[in-house]
């Protein structure tokens, strides 16, 4: 048995749009690393984590990559240690899935150092103990489902977990922004309504429904004019200084649709081509910097593979 | 230019399941049958109706079908005269689109007959203004939109009107028991609830990427598990007599799933096999038979092509 691995788990976007709690989809960077070396001496130890400006604990029932390993190292009852290291190659709360990574990346790691003996529907639920963590209690399984399964998914169902990978266009470019900014998960959702109106949910059914059908067929125009969000966006991104223009940026020069990822600050944008992706790239970022705000900017397809073994 | 032109126009099945509003698809039969004629002496006369029991208004602007026909003679300065018979071949208020398939009909009619001057889209807007008699204003475009494209639509917006065909699985059966119960279309819409809980209309389109997904993949599982209505069955179900009982005898029989036609009272179930479909309707006729209610049963694939002419 190999007694060191090291593997990625990519970072992911979430509530796409119409999509909220439902739809998410796996892109190739950022992401995190993670280190596993099997230990003679029982227990699961963090012994390293960087690129979390000291934010996240080592205690490893407080950590959300060591929640997720605890529970899987308790259901395949493995006996010896596990020593891990966390590198963090994405910010905290960045709207891109920053701890799902880290729960995906140590359940991964474990499985594949010990031959795969669970398959990524399997993983599942033990990378989902660790969002736990940071959700209270009630986990949303579009981050971790996404950066697991990679790809582009639908979450149909929590209970039971039902997640379905759909068919994507081939040259489906998203270019995303992190404006440096800190946003609450807890806030976001506080904020939202209760209650909503049937008509509105229509409409949300209605885009999801051509969202669908535009990705799985490859209907570039369907899922431009799918990518509206009646219900979530116009309640968060009040949260979002600049979302606005940012987003009239990025559909002025050429994106297909453009909205926030996970709960923000992160916003996405669809491209039908590199080029394009390009182009609306830097036409985001110049609206970010007109606002005196700093951010990082990540163009890339979407991630069919998910998490990987790097060494 | 021929003088006289019979056409038929399908029954379509509407609010399927999770899709209130805005999911679909026609089927081979019943349907409406409609004979229109060009007169020299201008305007529009409705010269018979059959099969309405005597309930339909021959007024053409009172008249579905006469309403829609003057919006589209009006549209094409069609300066003679028309002559249309109506021969409805399905009962009004049955939840299968009885008043679209007339709309429809005459609309298909007379551009046919004019050597199709517009295209089915550019139909749409003239079909759907007869609709506007029976829902009081604000059309629900499903049915007339199935009707007319004919196969499974999505209708995701009516402003912009915005109707997408999907690919449905070759051996999709659908199964539809009408019972001859009557219930108001304006009722069934006033007893749904303007508001609804936002955790119910996640999982309402989680199941509708589900079944879009589903659909056009040719999964029948995936069908099966997102064939479920959170929000409008629960309560329009209350209307209709024997509907649990009926569509527990459906899936008990192998249905992959049940649900309400319309508003009701008819009630449809998808079968993955001819055979199946036919047992499913054999056990769902049974148990409406246990409530000492009357039905008629129908056993179709999805209609691929809506209205044809006859002759």
Redesign the interface.
């Known amino acids: 048995m190999k007694k060191r691995i090291k593997v990625f788990a990519p970072a992911s976007v979430t509530n796409v749009s119409?999509?909220?709690?439902?739809?998410g989809f796996a892109i190739d960077y950022p992401g995190d690393e993670l280190i596993l070396q099997i230990k003679e001496e029982p227990g699961v130890v963090i012994s390293k984590i960087t690129g979390d400006h000291q934010r996240l604990p080592f205690d490893p029932l407080k950590n959300t990559a060591g929640v997720s390993l605890l529970s899987l190292v308790e259901h395949l009852d493995f006996k010896k240690g596990i020593e891990i290291e966390i590198h963090k190659k994405m910010a905290l709360g960045s709207g891109l899935g920053s701890s799902a990574a880290s729960a995906v990346a140590s359940v991964f790691a474990l499985n594949e150092i010990l031959g795969k003996p669970l398959s990524k529907d399997e993983l599942l639920p033990f990378a989902l103990e660790g969002e736990k963590l940071t959700c209270g209690g009630s986990p949303h399984a579009d981050n971790v489902s996404a950066c697991l399964m990679g790809g582009f998914v639908?979450?149909?169902?929590l209970s039971p977990m039902?997640v379905?990978n759909?068919?994507t266009p081939k040259n489906l470019y998203c270019t995303i922004v992190h404006p440096h900014l800190e946003i609450n998960t807890a806030d976001t959702r506080k904020i939202?309504?209760?209650?909503?109106?049937?008509?509105d949910?229509?409409?949300?059914?209605?885009?999801?429904?051509?969202l669908?059908?535009g990705l799985?067929?490859g209907d570039y125009d369907?899922i431009s004019?799918?990518l509206q969000d009646v219900?979530v966006e116009p309640i968060r991104s009040i949260l979002i200084p600049g979302f606005h223009e940012i987003k009239n940026a990025a559909i002025d020069s050429g994106a297909l649709g453009c909205s926030i990822s996970g709960s923000g600050p992160s916003i996405f944008a669809f491209s039908k081509s590199k080029a394009i992706a390009d182009k609306v790239g830097s036409a985001m970022m110049k609206a970010l910097s007109t606002i005196e705000v700093e951010g990082d900017l990540y163009i890339s397809k979407i991630n069919q593979q998910g998490p990987r073994v790097m060494e």
């Open positions: 119409c999509g909220f709690d439902i739809l639908i979450v149909r169902s039902d379905i759909i068919r939202l309504r209760k209650q909503i109106l049937l008509a949910a229509v409409k949300q059914w209605g885009n999801v429904a051509g669908v059908a799985t067929s369907l004019r799918s219900i």
